[in-house]
């Protein structure tokens, strides 16, 4: 009997402001639709999360593709993986600026290279050579983003002592999808943190930390402060809650306390195993989420 699919995914965790709230709602709910078109048309867990993902990389509400965080020399930088439950096979992309959907780029790694990640020109490189054009870094800037780093940097002291505080915005986007097949896949796509450092990656694009998929346990990705959800390769980590026989709804807060008691760290996940189980959970105000199943749907922005 085939499965009955599942997509949830997330538009990340942080106090998002009351007149936020709509447009993050808006944006979940148009990227489970264009999930669910794909999942409820027979196809893979893969390409549903992609899809997802790519609504939401266009959706300039999310930190993720075009309206992104700038970083401290006014650039965008993405970075992005994709991961497929069923083989393991992975690809990402790290610190691309002149790419409108790094998960297309990552999905195409995943597909036709031997290797998992590629980075900056290289990563660009390869992506002109399987069809995808590049654009100006210009193109994914928004006047929303350089006001705000502009305010973000005339007050650094300020900033300073609560750089990573639950009220600086998380907005990196992520899916996990099961398929009618029985297949999981997850997919995690970010901007990345305000004011970042040239060059410095975060843990969304980095297998087992902000994305991590594997039939046999779970499909995740998370959003949130980057460097503290590194240090526990929070994905993986919760994965390997699942396999150990312990429900994704149970597990997903259990790893958001783990975050907060183990390096202070604050954020959220969507957690999906292979019979359709899942958890949604964060340790910030609040969360974009949605899901979709055979029987339910729901998206809000707390949990
Ligand atoms: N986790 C991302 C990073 O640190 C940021 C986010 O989730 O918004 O790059």
Redesign the pocket.
């Known amino acids: 009997m085939p499965n009955t699919p599942v997509l949830v995914i997330h538009g ?1 965790a942080w106090a998002i402001p009351e007149d936020m709230v709509d447009a993050h709602l808006r944006g979940v709910r148009n990227a489970i639709a264009a999930g669910w078109r794909v999942l409820d048309a027979g196809g893979t867990a893969l390409d549903a999360v992609e899809q997802s993902v790519v609504i939401m990389e266009d959706d300039d509400t999310f ?1 993720a593709g075009r309206g992104a965080f700038l970083n401290r020399e006014g650039k965008v930088q993405l970075d992005a993986l994709i991961m497929d439950g069923a083989t393991l096979r992975a690809g990402g992309v790290g610190c691309v600026e002149h790419l409108r959907n790094p998960i297309r780029a990552a999905r195409k790694i995943l597909s036709e290279s031997p290797h998992i990640y590629f980075v900056a020109e290289g990563a660009e490189r390869f992506a002109v050579e399987h069809g995808i054009p590049l654009c100006k870094n210009e193109d994914l800037i928004i006047p929303r983003e350089v006001e705000r780093l502009r305010e973000f940097q005339s007050h650094l002291a300020e900033h300073e002592k609560d750089l990573f505080a639950p009220t600086i915005s ?3 986007v992520g899916a996990v999808a099961l398929d009618c097949d029985g297949n999981i896949a997850a997919a995690t796509s ?1 901007g ?2 305000l004011n970042k450092a040239p060059g410095r990656l ?3 694009s980095l297998i087992g930390c ?1 994305c991590y998929a594997d039939n046999a346990s779970a499909a995740a990705s998370t ?4 460097e503290p ?1 590194m240090k526990l390769v929070l994905a993986k980590w919760s994965a390997d809650r699942v396999s150990a026989g312990n429900s994704p709804e149970w597990v997903a807060p259990e790893a958001m306390n783990y975050l907060q008691a183990r390096v202070q760290g604050h ?1 959220g996940i969507i957690l999906l195993d292979a019979r359709g189980r899942f958890g949604i959970a964060h340790n910030t105000p609040r969360m974009a989420w949605a899901f979709k199943t055979s029987k339910e749907e729901a998206a809000g922005i707390e949990r």
């Open positions: 990340g930190d998380h907005d990196t970010t990345g943190t975060g843990d969304s902000g959003t949130g402060w980057g959800i954020g």
